[in-house]
């Protein structure tokens, strides 16, 4: 996390310069099958590839709902990350392990977790059934699988920014007689507003890219459930180009978050 | 999920190529003799995978000092892998269309065989709660009804079906894959599901099948074929003679596959 850097050190402490091998191998590593795809694209074709109406379709779907989800997200992670870091009841570990659960989990485990619990037969889906709601195949669902999978991401990111922050500031104010709803608004949310931001970009990505929870929990119908990732999946079946053309956009949308973010925090007063 | 198990198949393709890659006194060996000993891959669409992992052990038991290795996966990606240079000497194709790819692609060596045919048919919750009948009760909008997409073989025979039954289905999802259709009417999320007679058998009594004449439009053939960059071609052909032989066929109809 960034921490205020105001004082001066007198002494530069250089790297090894072995470290720059295995760091630009990694460097590599990541930035080659990027190139790769880059260098297969059907340019004459691209544009007609990724605005045709099936791709338009999961592009604003999957928008749409990593938008949704990240808004869940936001909702429920700050509360969540506040009383992890700050909030003082028994067993705090346990149930931190529990709810970063997702973090690790391969995304198609969550998938038929979700189902068994929102499935049309599952521990709530079937009362959900009686009431007439209907989860399974729907957008909702996409949502609920996009939520689950990245709720960790906000949590563990606001997290970190609370704990790196300190509670000093809070003690002061409430030692000035500020109540503690007054501290969280004033004092701890504008602290770690970087944290919180870079944790819902986090989330964002997150939802967007998720594919496994989605298949396995909420199908896959054009403009309802199929989001890019699948779009992407599905078309490999028959038209490769459209495929990676859809990819590079994935891809695109990606860098363009990160570009976001990162010059917001540059611009910040953090 | 799919990125970073594209990167392992990558590593593990790369490793392969290079630790198979016979030399040339090796390679020579292999085409003179008749001895059937040595190690075959086998690509084969997922569908096959109950009836060809059997024939696999027979086939290691009836030719000691073979073993053979399976990649089960839809037949698309198959193809993909194999035109990609991916290290195989079989391929069993789950319909013509990927077969001819693989062929028009030059990884083919001689001419394919068919060796079983597969049908769609209608699945249902255990005891057909819904009372589905014939075809046309899919078109129900209150049934939930999951299809594979149209991108995929079970998707494509699908749509041959709607058109030549003159039924429009409007169902609530396109899987990409059969298995997933299955898996949808299994765990009850849908009311109905097209998938092959093959993975209704398999399921057994997870579902209940609802057989319906216009399947017949719809018939999926599958060939099998040795592949030109087969590092065993000699095992290769005994093992496509077994599962084009009568004793493939028994076990393929066993598990519900029709003969081509």
């Keep these: 996390m960034s921490r205020p850097r105001r004082r001066h050190r007198p002494v530069q402490v250089g790297l090894p310069r072995w470290v720059y091998v295995p760091a630009t191998l990694g460097a ?8 790769a795809i ?7 074709n691209f544009v007609p590839l990724i605005t045709s109406e099936s791709s338009l379709a999961a592009l604003l779907l999957s928008i749409r709902t990593a938008t949704a989800s990240t808004v869940i997200c936001i909702v429920l992670g700050v509360p969540m990350a506040l009383a992890m870091s700050r909030g003082g009841f028994p067993g705090r570990p346990v149930l931190r392990a529990l709810v970063l659960l997702p973090l690790v989990l391969p995304p198609v485990v969550g ?16 009362y959900l059934e009686v009431l007439g709601l209907r989860i399974a195949f729907s957008t909702t669902a996409v949502i609920v699988a996009q ?11 606001l997290e970190g920014a609370l704990r790196s922050a300190g509670s000093g500031y809070e003690q002061v104010a409430a030692t000035l007689g500020a109540r503690p709803t007054t501290v969280l608004r004033t004092v701890t949310m504008p602290l770690v507003l970087p944290g919180l931001v870079s944790g819902a970009v986090l989330a964002f990505a997150r939802s967007l890219g998720e594919f496994g929870a989605t298949l396995t929990f909420a199908g896959s119908l054009q403009g309802v459930t199929r989001t890019l990732p699948l779009e992407i999946y599905l078309q490999r079946e028959t038209d490769a180009d459209a495929a990676v053309a859809l990819s590079l956009l994935l891809i695109v949308v990606a860098t363009a978050i990160v570009i976001a973010t990162a010059s917001r925090r540059l611009a910040g007063p953090l | 999920m799919t990125s970073p198990a594209r990167v392992v198949t990558g590593l593990v393709t790369a490793v392969l190529v290079a630790a198979c890659a016979p030399p040339p006194q090796q390679q020579s060996r292999a085409a003179e003799g008749t001895a059937v000993t040595g190690e075959i891959t086998v690509y084969a ?6 009836t060809f992992t059997d024939l696999g052990e027979r086939f290691e038991r009836d030719h000691p000092g073979t073993t053979v290795t399976f990649n089960f996966a839809g037949s698309s990606s ?7 240079g991916a290290p195989a000497d079989v391929f069993a194709s789950a319909n013509a269309e990927n077969m001819t790819k693989a062929v028009d692609s030059g990884v083919v060596s001689g001419a394919p065989a068919d060796f079983a045919a597969n049908t769609l048919t209608i699945v249902t919750a255990p ?19 999951v299809v594979c997409a149209p991108q995929v073989p079970c998707g494509a025979a699908t749509e041959t079906i709607e058109r030549s039954a003159a039924v429009t289905l409007k169902p609530v999802s396109e899987e990409s894959s059969v298995t997933d259709v299955l898996g949808k009417v299994v765990s009850g999320q849908a009311d109905a599901g097209l998938v092959y007679v093959t993975d209704a058998a398999d399921a057994g009594d997870e579902v209940t099948e609802v057989p319906f004449p216009q399947a017949a439009a719809a018939v999926n053939v599958y060939p099998i074929a040795v592949l030109r960059n087969a590092t065993n071609p000699v095992v290769a052909q005994a093992f496509v003679d077994l599962v ?4 493939g066929r028994e076990v393929l109809a066993s598990a519900g596959f029709a003969a081509p």
Excluded: C, H, K
Excluded at chain 1, 28 to 35: A, H, K, T
Excluded at chain 2, 78 to 84: A, F, R, S
Excluded at chain 2, 244 to 247: I, N
């Design chain 1, 28 to 35: 590599l590593f990541v930035i080659i099958p990027l190139l």
């Design chain 2, 78 to 84: 198959l193809v993909t892998q194999l035109t990609q």
């Design chain 1, 38 to 44: 880059l260098v297969s694209i059907d340019w004459p």
């Design chain 2, 244 to 247: 084009t032989g009568p004793q």
């Design chain 1, 111 to 126: 998938g038929i977790a979700l189902l068994y619990t929102f499935g049309r037969q599952g521990l709530i889906g079937q």
């Design chain 2, 45 to 50: 669409a997922a569908s096959l995978q109950p």
């Design chain 2, 127 to 145: 005891g057909n709660p819904e009372g589905i009948q014939q075809f046309s009760d899919l078109a129900d909008p209150d049934l939930q009804v």
């Design chain 1, 147 to 157: 939520a689950f999978v990245s709720l960790p991401f906000l949590v563990v990111s």
